[in-house]
């Protein structure tokens, strides 16, 4: 509670169309209480974000998993390379790493983004 606001339980109100909880005059959004407590929660946002992940890492992690691989499965290329580059760390991948992924994966290197 950085904001100096202290919670009052015996104050409870659901606003905002029931997207805000306050307690008092502590304010704190349904989804912020939803993700820092429930660890389902918290999966299925993670799930979503990662499906909605446009850039060459999401659809790499995307095209890995649908074809049942691990990162350590693309040989010449550490498995850490593959995390940082799915993290989007690594945006711009050097043409031998993308060209040793695309052919572990089954498809051309113009392809890898499209997943």
Not at 1 to 13: C, I, K, N, T
Not at 14 to 38: K, M, N, P
Not at 108 to 115: E, G, I, M, R, T
């Amino acid at each position: 509670m950085a904001s100096g606001a202290v919670a009052d339980p015996a104050a409870l109100a659901v606003i905002d169309h029931g997207q805000t909880v306050c307690l008092g005059a502590f304010e704190a959004s349904a989804d912020a209480i939803l993700y820092e407590f429930d660890d389902e929660y918290r999966r299925r946002v993670k799930r979503r974000a990662l499906a909605q992940d446009t850039t060459l890492g999401g659809s790499l992690r995307r095209l890995r998993l649908k074809r049942g691989l691990t990162q350590d499965a693309f040989p010449g290329v550490p498995a850490k390379t593959i995390a940082r580059i799915e993290r989007s760390e690594v945006t711009k991948p050097h043409h031998a790493t993308l060209a040793a992924v695309a052919k572990r994966l089954g498809v051309s290197v113009a392809d890898l983004a499209s997943y």
